[in-house]
């Protein structure tokens, strides 16, 4: 769709819902099935509705609470409809039509493997190669764990052939959610929506806080030194953080900004973590001596997988790339080669990034906090702890980058299916040329939620 103005979807744009009990309604909520009539049918409303309203029926949309009769008679049916609820399943079309027109405007199509690709990349690739693997080389796995990240690879990889096959199937925003929904029901779903926005939450807020960390190191500092320490809140609650609050908002507002132009940030920004992962791959083979690989397997093939299932961590984010399925141009082609490509090469980097560091120092002399910086240093290289502190800074910024992207596609097909209130479903429909790109569909309200919880979460609580 590249004619730069979001679309308004054909006929009823937004499919009321309605008790299960009852067939779904195709008109507008609260709108009359001859208001919808007065339109043509198809097209464009006569009198569009705004973006920016606060009526009932965008927080309320259900006909049970149309009026104070409507109510009682509901709750005189709790238990048939809370069965139907329960065993109620969606579908492929409605996942993908039905529920896509209670956003009103299409998202666009803007996407290619290549976009995708680089989210991958920019979404999985942060502190967990140059956290994990000196900690698990050390305590587990010692030269092997070369092996421990293919088998997780291995592991990652499978995960990703069955995100690829869902979401070429339902390319909807959902990702993960609307896959349980149409496979298992609305329990289901409704148990992984909380865990997303859990995830969203914790997650996020955690990755913040920790970028003020290695902000700090960057520069010199303690790890708190940046943070504002109060007396007298409770231990865990006293160290404010005001710079993880402008991450996420910095992160959350250009996510809010489009689509496209935050693909296109993320590509240059994953091009610069490339440039500092080259070279650590290039100085630890150059210092390299093949003697610390013996013994290879110093703890036995055991220990190789017990670090596999830590390293795994290193490995996700990838879920965030199955909820831009519907804004890909292509879905069935650009979905399996975005996600198995980049996932098949962020695990030849894992593997190099490995072996570079057992063979430039003993595995038994790793740090296990710092292993790059103090292997580096160890090799007279120490002016390289601030490049790989600046490579965890990257990875994280664009984690959060992504992520962002990720959450409020998640959030809006939630409040699509009215787990939360269809406001948050709603796509903005204007048009913004800058530097001559044209973005449409923003997704202004599932950023802002996501952002003040996140911002809350992230100024006050120590997550890790």
């Known amino acids: 769709m590249e004619s730069g103005l979001a679309e308004p979807f054909i006929g009823a744009v937004s499919s009321s819902p309605t008790d299960l009990t009852a067939p779904e309604s195709t008109t507008m909520a609260g709108e009359s099935p001859a208001s919808t009539a007065a339109s043509g049918g198809g097209g464009e409303s006569l009198n569009p509705r705004s973006y920016w309203r606060f009526t009932k029926s965008d927080f309320f949309p259900e006909p049970s609470f149309s009026s104070w009769t409507s109510y009682r008679s509901a709750l005189s049916r709790t238990f048939p409809r809370l069965r139907n609820r329960l065993l ?31 989210l991958g990349f920019g979404s999985v690739v942060g502190t967990g190669i140059f956290v994990l693997t000196g900690q698990e080389a050390r305590l587990n796995a010692g030269p092997a764990i070369v092996l421990s990240y293919a088998a997780s690879g291995l592991s990652a990889l499978l995960s990703v052939l069955c ?30 929506a909380a865990n997303i926005l859990l995830e969203a939450l914790v997650g996020a807020a955690g990755l913040a806080r920790s970028w003020t960390s290695y902000f700090a190191t960057l520069i010199g500092r303690d ?90 961590w290193a490995y996700t984010g990838f879920d965030m790339m199955a909820t831009m399925a519907e804004e890909t141009k292509n879905p069935s082609r650009d979905i399996p080669i975005g996600l198995i490509g980049s996932m098949s090469a962020i695990t030849a980097v894992y593997c190099a990034m490995a072996l570079a560091l057992v063979m ?6 790793l740090d296990t906090n710092a292993a790059y910086s103090v292997a580096f240093a160890a090799a007279g290289m120490k002016w390289a702890k601030y490049l790989v502190a600046l490579g965890a800074l990257k990875g994280m910024t664009t984690g959060m980058l992504v992520g962002a992207l990720g959450q409020a596609r998640y959030t809006t097909q939630i409040a699509r299916a009215h787990m939360i209130p269809p406001f948050f479903a709603l796509v903005h429909p204007k048009t913004v040329l800058l530097l001559g790109y044209q973005r449409t569909g923003t997704q202004v309200r599932r950023d802002g939620l996501v952002m003040q919880l996140l911002c809350r979460s992230g100024f006050w609580a120590r997550l890790g």
């Not at 409605?94 to 209670?102: A, G, M, S, T, V």
């Not at 869902?166 to 029901?185: D, K």
């Not at 430039?360 to 002399?365: A, G, L, N, V």
Request: hydrophobic share 50%; aromatic share 12%.
């Open 223 to 312: 790890p708190d030194a940046l943070r504002i320490h109060v007396p007298s809140l409770a231990e865990g609650f006293n160290l404010l953080d005001p710079i993880a609050v402008v991450v996420l908002i910095a992160c959350s507002t250009f996510a809010a900004l489009g689509t496209h132009r935050t693909s296109i940030l993320n590509w240059i920004a994953s091009v610069l973590t490339l440039f500092v992962i080259v070279f650590v791959i290039a100085a630890g083979f150059v210092n390299a001596k093949p003697s610390n690989l013996s013994p290879f397997f110093p703890f036995g093939a055991s220990g190789v997988f017990r670090a596999a299932a830590v390293v795994y």
């Open 360 to 365: 430039m120092q003993k595995y038994s002399e």
């Open 163 to 192: 995100y690829a096959e869902f979401a070429v199937e339902i390319p909807s925003a959902g990702g993960s959610f609307s896959y349980l929904r149409v496979e298992l029901g609305d329990t289901a779903a409704y148990l992984a």
């Open 88 to 118: 109620h399943r969606s579908s492929d079309s409605d996942e993908i039509d039905l529920l896509r027109r209670r956003s009103e405007n299409s998202m666009r199509r803007c996407l290619t493997w290549w976009d995708l690709g680089w």
